[in-house]
C-alpha cells in the first residue's frame, strides 16, 4: 500500500485494523498494532517523503502474527542508537513513533542509514 | 470522510463528539475550530468525547493536550471523556499519560466535573473581588 | 516421472484405491481404531490424508514444508486438534499415520521387484516421509493440547478473579497468587471493561493475597492504575503488607501518587470518603 497523503494513513491504519480483525487479534493486541501502525505510517509520510507499507500474516511454526514493514527512500536516520532513545525527535516527533512502535510490537527491526532511507518492520504475534 | 468536526454549545460549555477515523488535518482543525469558538462564545468547559475513538496515537494524544492546554488559557477547563480500555491500556504502554490533562469517565461525569470546575472559579473570582 | 519425484507421493498421485483399503485394514486392527470415531470418519479422514499427499508434490527430499504441501499441513494440524479436543493421546493420534507404512512398503516391494536397491532406497524415503508426516501430526498435537491448557487456565483465572462490586461506583478485585506478565494483563483488561460497564468510579485492587511484589509486578500495577486514571477513573491499591513496602522502598520503585491503603477496608471507607458517602450509626 502506498503511503504518501495524511489519508493514507488513516488507509493504512484500517487496512490494519481488518487485518488484526480477521486474524483473530483480542482487542488490544487489535488497538497496539493499529497505534503502532499510524505511528509508521505517519514517520514514512512526513519523515520518509512517502513511501510504501506491507502487510503479511506470518506463521513460524504454529504461531500466527501480522508483520508490517514500513519503507521509505527519505533521508534516512543517521543516529539509529539516538533515534531510538525515547523522546528523541528530529523536529517533529519522529522518535517517539519509533521508540512508540517498539513498545506495542513483540518484534522490531529497523534499518536505516542516510541517503539509504529506512525500513521499519514489527511483528504482533497472536 | 468528514471535513470538520462538529462543535456543539451546551450552555457555557462545548461538546465535541469525536467520530471514527480522524486524519491528522482533521485534527488540527479542530485544535483551530475550539479556540476560536471559546474565545468567541466566552466558554467556560469543553467536553472532549472519545468513547468513538478505537486508537489513539502519539498525534491524537498530543492534540488532546494540545487543546487542554490552550483552552486553559482561554479560561476555559476540558475533560476528556470515555476513553476505551483498550486505548487506556495501549497509551499507557506508549508512555503517554497526558499530565494535566482531566479525564471523566462518560458524559455526564465529565459535565458535572465541568459545572464544580466553573463554580469553583466563579467562588475564587468572587472572592477576589470582595 | 521426474528424478526428484518421491515414489510414494507418485503412487497416491496416480489415485489407487488399493493402498487406501489396506491402510484401512491396518486402521482397524490398530490401537487407533477407537468407538470416538466411526468406520465412516476413519474412512474419509485416510482418503482426505491419501489425496492431499498425492497431490502434494513432495520430493525425494521429503521436505514437507513447501507451498504446495500447505493443504497436506493444514490438514494434518486439523485432524491433531480434533483429535486433542476428543481426548486423544498423542500416541494414538501418530499411530494414525505411521500404521501407513506397511501399505506402502509392500506397494513399494511390488512395484520394485525386480532392484533390491532400489526397493531399499525407496522403502528407506517412504519411511522417512511417514516418520516426518508422524512428527509433524505429533507437534501440532502438543500445540493444540498446550492452546486447550492454556484457554483453561484463561478460564479459571476469570474465576479466580473476580471483580466485585463494593457499593454504588466502588469496585474491588482481590488478587490471589503470583502475577506474571500475562495474568497482569488478562487481569487489567476485564478490570478496565467493568470500570466502563458499571461506571465505577474507584477501583480498588487488594493485594494481600501476593505473595511477593517485585520490579515487573509494582510496573504492572502502576501501569493499571494509570490507564485506569486515563479512562476517567481512580484507583486505590490494598493489602500492602510492611514487606512489601519495605522491597518497593529497596527497588527504589516511585508509586508516583498512586494511594496505597494497609486494607481493605481501609480503602473503602476512603473510597467512600471520597465518593462524598458519609457512614453513620443511628443513635440508639
Same mark, same amino acid.
Given at each position: 500500500m502506498e503511503l504518501r497523503t495524511e489519508q493514507d494513513i488513516v488507509r493504512a491504519r484500517q487496512a490494519v485494523r481488518l487485518?488484526?480483525?480477521e486474524l483473530r487479534l483480542g482487542l488490544v493486541d487489535q488497538t497496539k498494532i493499529v497505534t503502532a501502525a499510524s505511528e509508521l505510517a505517519r514517520n514514512t509520510v512526513i519523515h520518509g517523503g512517502g513511501g510504501m507499507m506491507e502487510l503479511e500474516v506470518v506463521t513460524e511454526g504454529l504461531k500466527t502474527g501480522l508483520r508490517l514493514c514500513f519503507a521509505d527512500e527519505g533521508p534516512g536516520i543517521a543516529d539509529l542508537g539516538l533515534a531510538m532513545t525515547d523522546g528523541w525527535t528530529s523536529g517533529t516527533g519522529l522518535g517517539?513513533?519509533?521508540t512508540g512502535a517498539k513498545r506495542l510490537s513483540n518484534e522490531f527491526e529497523l534499518d536505516s542509514a542516510p541517503g539509504r532511507g529506512t525500513r521499519v518492520t514489527v511483528t504482533r504475534w497472536k | 470522510m468528514m471535513d470538520r468536526i462538529p462543535i456543539l454549545q451546551v450552555g457555557e460549555?462545548?461538546?465535541?463528539? $469525536?467520530?471514527?477515523?480522524?486524519h491528522d488535518q482533521l485534527a488540527l482543525s479542530l485544535q483551530d475550530d475550539l479556540t476560536s469558538r471559546i474565545e468567541k462564545l466566552g466558554s467556560r468547559g469543553v467536553l472532549l468525547d472519545i468513547s468513538a475513538l478505537d486508537m489513539v496515537d502519539s498525534f491524537i494524544a498530543r492534540m488532546i493536550a494540545n487543546i487542554s492546554g490552550m483552552a486553559r488559557i482561554l479560561g476555559a477547563e476540558t475533560v476528556v471523556v470515555g476513553m476505551q480500555? /483498550?486505548? /487506556? $491500556?495501549t497509551l499507557v504502554e506508549l508512555g503517554l499519560t497526558l499530565p494535566g490533562v482531566k479525564m471523566a469517565l462518560n458524559a455526564e461525569r465529565g459535565m458535572a466535573m465541568l459545572r464544580t470546575a466553573q463554580a469553583q472559579e466563579d467562588d475564587l473570582q468572587n472572592v477576589d473581588q470582595e | 516421472m521426474s528424478k526428484s519425484e518421491n515414489q510414494m507421493v507418485r503412487i497416491l498421485k496416480s489415485g489407487d484405491k488399493e493402498i487406501l483399503n489396506d491402510w484401512l485394514n491396518e486402521l482397524k486392527s490398530s490401537a487407533s481404531a477407537d468407538g470416538r470415531i466411526s468406520a465412516s470418519e476413519l474412512q474419509s479422514h485416510a482418503k482426505e490424508f491419501l489425496k492431499l499427499l498425492g497431490e502434494s508434490g513432495i520430493e525425494k527430499s521429503g521436505e514437507i514444508s513447501s507451498a504446495g504441501a500447505a493443504p497436506l499441513r493444514t490438514f494434518l494440524e486439523t485432524l491433531s486438534r480434533s483429535r486433542a479436543v476428543q481426548g486423544f493421546t498423542s500416541e494414538q493420534t501418530a499411530t494414525f499415520i505411521f500404521s501407513l507404512k506397511r501399505p506402502i512398503f509392500n506397494r513399494l516391494r511390488r512395484d520394485f521387484s525386480k532392484d533390491a536397491a532400489r526397493l531399499a532406497e525407496e522403502t528407506m524415503l517412504a519411511s522417512d516421509l511417514i516418520d516426518r508426516l508422524g512428527l509433524y501430526t505429533v507437534v501440532a498435537f502438543q500445540k493444540s493440547r498446550e492452546e486447550i491448557i492454556s484457554r483453561q487456565e484463561a478460564d479459571m483465572l476469570?474465576?479466580? #478473579?473476580?471483580v466485585v462490586k463494593l457499593w454504588q461506583g466502588v469496585l474491588a478485585l482481590p488478587l490471589i497468587g503470583t502475577l506474571d506478565s500475562a495474568r497482569t494483563q488478562v487481569v487489567m483488561e476485564s478490570l478496565l471493561q467493568k470500570i466502563v460497564e458499571t461506571g465505577s468510579d474507584i477501583a480498588i485492587i487488594d493485594i494481600t493475597g501476593v505473595p511477593t511484589v517485585d520490579t515487573l509486578v509494582a510496573q504492572h500495577l502502576l501501569k493499571t492504575v494509570t490507564a485506569?486514571?486515563?479512562?476517567g477513573a481512580e484507583c486505590i491499591i490494598t493489602g500492602v503488607r510492611p514487606q512489601i513496602a519495605q522491597t518497593v522502598v529497596h527497588l527504589g520503585i516511585d508509586l508516583q501518587g498512586? #494511594?496505597?491503603k494497609a486494607t481493605l477496608a481501609d480503602g473503602l471507607s476512603l473510597a467512600l470518603k471520597r465518593l462524598g458517602f458519609v457512614v453513620s450509626k443511628p443513635k440508639a
Open positions: 487485518a488484526a480483525q517517539l513513533g519509533l | 460549555f462545548l461538546l465535541v463528539t $469525536i467520530q471514527g477515523d480522524m480500555p /483498550a486505548v /487506556a $491500556i | 476469570e474465576l479466580s #478473579t473476580p485506569i486514571r486515563l479512562m498512586v #494511594t496505597t
